[in-house]
């Protein structure tokens, strides 16, 4: 037995998966961002204007310009 592959790298936390402080996509403010998927600050959030902009166009509702 040959303990030579016993190397164990330190288990790497994920990175930028932490809370910090982050700049908001919407209004570009400053907010304590609890995760690396939360780039939007809770005011934008709670206006759930920009919930709105992504639902629309991707759907049964279609735009086609039509006339
Ligand atoms: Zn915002």
Do not use: Y
Not at 31 to 39: I, L, N
Request: one cysteine or more.
């Amino acid at each position: 037995m040959t303990d030579e592959n016993v190397a164990l790298l330190p288990a790497v936390p994920a990175r930028g998966d932490t809370s910090a402080q982050r700049h908001c996509l919407c209004c570009k403010a400053v907010f304590p961002s609890e995760g690396f998927g939360e780039r939007i600050c809770k005011r934008c959030k709670s206006q759930a204007a920009w919930k709105s902009a992504i639902s629309s166009g991707h759907g049964a509702s279609r735009r086609r310009s039509a006339r």
